[in-house]
């Protein structure tokens, strides 16, 4: 008995990179003024974004799953907007991964930047370069190996989450069943093989993803994460 | 039109604050001197926007660049600034031409721009290494390239931060030469801050002394390093021999003060009452010894020498003189050490020189 259908791999890896690509996004500005950021709530905001880090994953997904509700607000306003329910939808599941593994993307970004010398950015401006001018030649190309970091670790955590998904995501053939319930379901069926199978796959991709991130953070000489 | 920079400005948050007036005429270096934590580096960036006083005004070349009473207050991007930090910021994903041709941007086309930039890596003897990274430079070369790029936004005011502290000695003295080569060829004000008193003293036009966020004084380098204005600012000038004084007599071109039982005799126009407690002042270089068997000279004072210290080609010798509380330090050329027989625990004769003696009164800071 082995893996036969190789749906859920298509969802996972689906589900990464739309995550992925939307953290990176978002995180860029939000590590960039967490860097930067003199406000008074910060250690706040700090606090709520590795939140992820430390709760288990179920008490995420159950509020979530409480606010993806049809009777809850944002539940109803993308009923309304998109004709669909927000759980249990492939939707759903991206908005949870964000939420998921948004300390993976902001923290090894938020170091590099801080790391970054000030002078570097004043620098550009005194040279006539506009904030974002600056922040386009000056911040990101001295952060590249921490994007790098924040994308690939964002991107392997979230094709490794579990308790999230089967909260907000259930456990849908083709829809919302990813890598980690397909093992779950096969247990459970006791299909031992194609369980072997998947977590095998699982063990070796995340043993070579931080085996890159570490790789890439001696040859710099730096840490970027953990 | 002036081409120089006028700004008295206020600035009261960070660590330091700053309350100052400065003013720097185009062409030649004005140095900005002070112990560490003065204020300085929060003075240079008051003056480039990157800090935003609370008050007053900042006008280079006649252009207001900051002015709070009218809520004139220009973004660094908008001054034509060019500032070398101390650490020199140079951005290390560019090699040291596209460091300079940053400077260029927007004003011209990326060929243009990198034209250019050689150019002014040329005037800073960096040919043939434009193509090097920031970690593949020296102390020196990267200092070079930051002088080299912030020449190339061709600035209106050119600002150093200590542009030599992060250099050896050597590379230091060759580095400062061309500086001042340089700087004699811009038009715009140059303003260096640095603590060190030496480099003030062989850049600085103009120099200022700083203490504790404002300028004690500003003025040509000989007046500020001769006469400056206070005891406090001859003490951060180092003037060493700052004696205790009593006016005896005073005609408005020469007084006389009595210290330690010994008259001295100094030529100022600074008026000063009889009886009067003041300071007399005078650098080691200008305390000049006397042959054990030559004629009186004018303030003589006679002592025994109590340390010897040998300051390659220099010799700097500390004595006592007879009756006196304080030391008299005393600075001259190692080859005239056998023709004056300068020995410790000798005797000694010294003449504190009359054109050089300065008179001062306390100031209002007590360090």
Redesign the interface.
């Known amino acids: 008995m082995t893996v036969s259908d190789f749906t859920p791999l298509w969802i996972s890896l689906q589900l990464a990179s739309v995550t992925t690509g939307i953290l990176l996004l978002l995180a860029l500005p939000f590590a960039y003024w967490l860097a930067h950021t003199r406000s008074r709530m910060r250690p706040l905001v700090e606090a709520l974004t590795a939140l992820p880090l430390v709760l288990p994953p179920t008490v995420l997904g159950f509020y979530l799953l409480v606010a993806f509700g049809s009777q809850s607000p944002l539940g109803k306003g993308w009923q309304s907007v998109f004709g669909g329910p927000l759980a249990f939808s492939f939707e759903g599941l991206v908005l949870a991964s964000c939420l998921y593994s948004f300390p993976f993307a902001v923290l090894p970004l938020r170091s590099a930047i801080a790391q970054m ?1 000030p ?2 950015l ?9 904030k974002l ?1 600056a922040f386009f ?2 911040v990101l ?2 952060i590249r190996y921490s994007l790098v970091t924040a994308a690939v670790l964002a991107f392997a955590h979230t094709i490794g989450e579990f308790g999230v998904v089967l909260m907000v995501g259930g456990n849908i053939p083709g829809r919302t069943q990813v890598i980690s319930i397909a093992i779950y379901d096969h247990v459970e069926a006791l299909e031992y093989g194609a369980a072997h199978g998947w977590s095998a796959l699982l063990l070796v991709f995340s043993f070579l993803v931080l085996l890159a991130v570490y790789a890439m953070d001696r040859r710099r000489g730096q840490r970027s994460w953990m | 039109m002036d081409v120089g920079i006028a700004a008295r400005v206020e600035y009261s948050r960070g660590p330091r604050a700053v309350s100052l007036a400065l003013s720097a005429a185009g062409g030649g270096i004005s140095v900005v001197v002070g112990p560490s934590g003065s204020g300085k580096s929060t003075l240079l ?1 008051i003056l ?3 800090l935003t006083p609370d008050k007053g005004y900042i006008q280079v070349r006649d252009q207001p660049w900051f002015d709070h009473s009218k809520g004139i207050d220009l ?3 908008q ?1 034509r ?3 070398v ?3 020199y ?5 560019m090699s040291a031409l596209d460091n300079v041709a ?2 260029r ?3 011209e086309d990326r060929r243009q721009a990198r034209k250019a930039a050689a150019r002014f890596l040329a005037k800073v003897h960096m040919e043939g290494l434009q193509d090097r990274y920031p970690r593949e430079l020296s102390g020196g070369q990267k200092q070079r390239v930051a002088v080299a ?1 912030a020449l190339a ?1 061709e600035p209106d005011l050119l600002l150093l931060d200590e542009p030599f502290s992060a250099v050896d000695q050597v590379v230091r003295r060759k580095l400062r030469e061309e500086l001042l080569e340089l700087s004699a060829s811009l038009q715009c004000a140059v303003i260096l801050v640095t603590h060190d008193l030496q480099e003030a003293a062989m850049l600085g036009q103009q120099v200022g002394v700083m203490h504790r966020g404002s300028l004690l004084q500003m003025g040509a380098r000989e007046e500020i390093f001769y006469r400056p204005a206070d005891v406090m600012a001859a003490r951060l000038l180092d003037m060493r021999n700052i004696l205790p004084a009593e006016v005896v007599s005073a005609d408005g071109r020469e007084t006389v003060v009595r210290w330690a039982g010994t008259l001295l005799s100094a030529y100022t126009t600074q008026r000063f009452q009889v009886g009067e407690r003041i300071w007399a002042g005078i650098r080691p270089e200008h305390v000049l010894v006397v042959r054990r068997d030559g004629p009186r000279r004018p303030n003589e004072v006679s002592g025994t020498v109590s340390r010897m210290l040998f300051l390659g080609g220099q010799v700097q010798v500390s004595f006592q003189p007879d009756g006196a509380e304080e030391e008299v330090s005393l600075e001259f050329s190692e080859h005239l050490l056998p023709r004056f027989q300068v020995e410790t625990g000798k005797p000694l004769r010294a003449s504190l020189w009359r054109e050089r003696l300065h008179l001062m009164r306390q100031g209002t800071d007590e360090a």
Do not use: C, I, K
Not at chain 2, 89 to 93: I, S, T
């Open positions: 010398e002078e570097l004043e620098a550009a401006w005194t040279l006539g370069a506009s001018a030649h000056v190309p001295n | 960036r480039a926007g990157l973004a660094p991007q001054r600034v060019g500032m930090f101390q650490d910021a140079l951005f290390p994903n940053f400077a941007r927007g004003r790029r936004r």
